[in-house]
């Protein structure tokens, strides 16, 4: 079975701070995918990332960048100079590799609900 | 490009009731995943269709049943409504895993919110 857990419920930070959400996930397969997702108020989720099990590269995209460990199995998600915009909740997410046709089943973490104050 | 979209917005229903919620993908999508968020949890994964067949399931009820039409719009049904089945239900859609780089990456609609008393 797999899981995934983010310890941090809520987080409040002042605009342009940094801040980083932490995802810890669990599962017996050596191939699988990682997500991350925010969801804003309207309640859409937003994809992110997706990163496979054999691509440990930490990866950047503007503001939000990507911490992939698989010795600690961490896929952390740190936001630099966080805008009031980023506000929302966010998921990490987890799937095994699939045969199949079709699509992934994503199991997702509680999520961690970011305020970003002005 | 129209994105993902789910009818209705907002339901309530009674103890015992059905309800039926509907979901179109995205344009060229041809897979459809359901999930429920219940408040303050992540969305759990109920189900997910395939060239109209029920490819992969959850944890859930047999009370929990769907259905994927030629256009590759589906429906998820829910019988016998219990007061825990109230939440958010969320309508993902993407393309086959097999379609190359950007098959499985799943494109979320607004959500239908049903409210059972």
């Known amino acids: 079975a797999q899981k995934v857990t983010q310890a941090q419920t809520e987080i409040s930070v002042v605009e342009k701070e940094d801040v980083t959400l932490d995802c810890v996930y669990e599962?017996?397969?050596?191939?699988?995918?990682l997500f991350w997702y925010k969801q804003p108020p309207s309640g859409e989720l937003v994809f992110l990332i997706r990163r496979n099990s054999f691509d440990e590269q930490n990866e950047i995209s503007g503001r939000y960048s990507w911490n992939f460990q698989k010795s600690t199995s961490s896929f952390n998600f740190t936001i630099t100079a966080s805008q009031v915009v980023d506000s929302a909740v966010y998921f990490c997410?987890?799937?095994?590799?699939?045969?199949?046709?079709?699509?992934?089943?994503?199991?997702f973490g509680k999520g961690t609900k970011l305020s970003v104050i002005p | 490009d129209a994105g993902v979209t789910q009818s209705p917005t907002h339901l309530i229903k009674t103890r015992g009731q059905q309800v039926t919620l509907r979901c179109s993908p995205k344009?060229?999508?041809?897979?459809v995943s359901w999930y429920q968020q219940a408040l303050g949890q992540g969305p759990q994964f109920i189900f997910q269709?395939?060239?109209?067949?029920?490819?992969q399931r959850g944890n859930f009820p047999d009370r929990f049943s769907g259905h994927q039409f030629p256009n590759y719009s589906s429906e998820l049904n829910v019988n016998a409504l219990l007061l825990g089945d109230s939440a958010l239900y969320l309508c993902a859609s993407s393309l086959d895993v097999l379609a190359g780089a950007s098959g499985g990456e799943q494109f979320f609609g607004p959500g239908t919110r049903l409210t059972v008393l």
């Open positions: 269709y395939y060239e109209e067949e029920e490819r």
């Open positions: 997410a987890l799937s095994v590799a699939y045969s199949g046709a079709g699509s992934y089943q994503l199991t």
């Open positions: 599962t017996r397969d050596t191939t699988y995918y």
């Open positions: 344009s060229g999508h041809d897979t």
